[in-house]
């Protein structure tokens, strides 16, 4: 998305804008140097900025810096994607303390049910399972880009947890027998820029990457 277009919709009846970073569903990220740009507009016409990280894990440049330092700004993160934890609806925001005040007083007085609270502190005190989650992680992706990139496959948005991959023949039959004869869930998305119609991936560890790119070899036949 566009820099220049976020731009010229920030108008001084804008409260509150919300960037996506990486976004979802296309993993594309802002640099330093675009949000610093989307940065002078938004305080020049007072306007909120609040930076989703929901796929911060996956990747390393964060904005969080400028939410604990100056004002108006709030980032977002969520346990539903690294921990597998969707169920839980946890997650938390980072921001002046004002502003995290003004956010409690809006939220429900038990929002948070002390099951996911429990999955919070045990992910929170115990770094070793954060950095093995995301080991495990780096090398699934390696591994399929790795692949992918050997056997001549196009792919794009790395950022996320998920990957697009333009193939060889149908994309939607690719998913169709994926499920029938693999029991493997992907999902076919169109207009992806130039690649057209691809495959988007969810990237696990390295032994499903292998499942699945072993089906993807056998399935995608011109």
Same mark, same amino acid.
């Given at each position: ?116 609270? !429990? ?86 560890? !390295? ?9 993807? !070899? ?5």
């Amino acid at each position: 998305m566009s820099v220049d277009n976020i731009i010229k919709e920030m108008t001084d009846d804008t409260q509150l804008l919300i960037l996506l970073n990486p976004n979802n569903p296309m993993g594309n990220v802002y640099s330093e140097e675009e949000f610093k740009k989307i940065l002078a507009v938004a305080k020049e016409k007072q306007i909120s900025i609040l930076i989703d990280e929901a796929y911060h894990y996956y990747y390393k440049n964060t904005f969080i810096n400028y939410a604990l330092n100056d004002e108006h700004i709030f980032v977002t993160r969520t346990f539903s994607k690294l921990m597998s934890l969707a169920g839980c609806r946890l997650g938390y925001v980072v921001g002046w303390p004002e502003g995290v005040k003004m956010i409690q007083k809006l939220c429900t007085p038990h929002n948070t049910n002390a099951f996911a609270m !429990k999955f919070a502190e045990a992910v929170i005190t115990d770094p070793y399972m954060l950095n093995s989650l995301i080991d495990r992680f780096v090398e699934g992706r390696d591994y399929l880009i790795h692949t992918l990139d050997e056997n001549g496959y196009k792919h794009i948005g790395e950022a996320g947890n998920f990957i697009f991959i333009k193939p060889k023949s149908d994309a939607k039959l690719i998913v169709k027998r994926m499920k029938e004869e693999n029991r493997i869930l992907i999902k076919s998305y169109p207009n992806i820029g130039e690649y057209g119609t691809c495959l988007r991936v969810s990237i696990g560890e !390295k032994q499903y990457m292998q499942q699945f790119f072993d089906a993807l !070899k056998e399935l995608d036949v011109d």
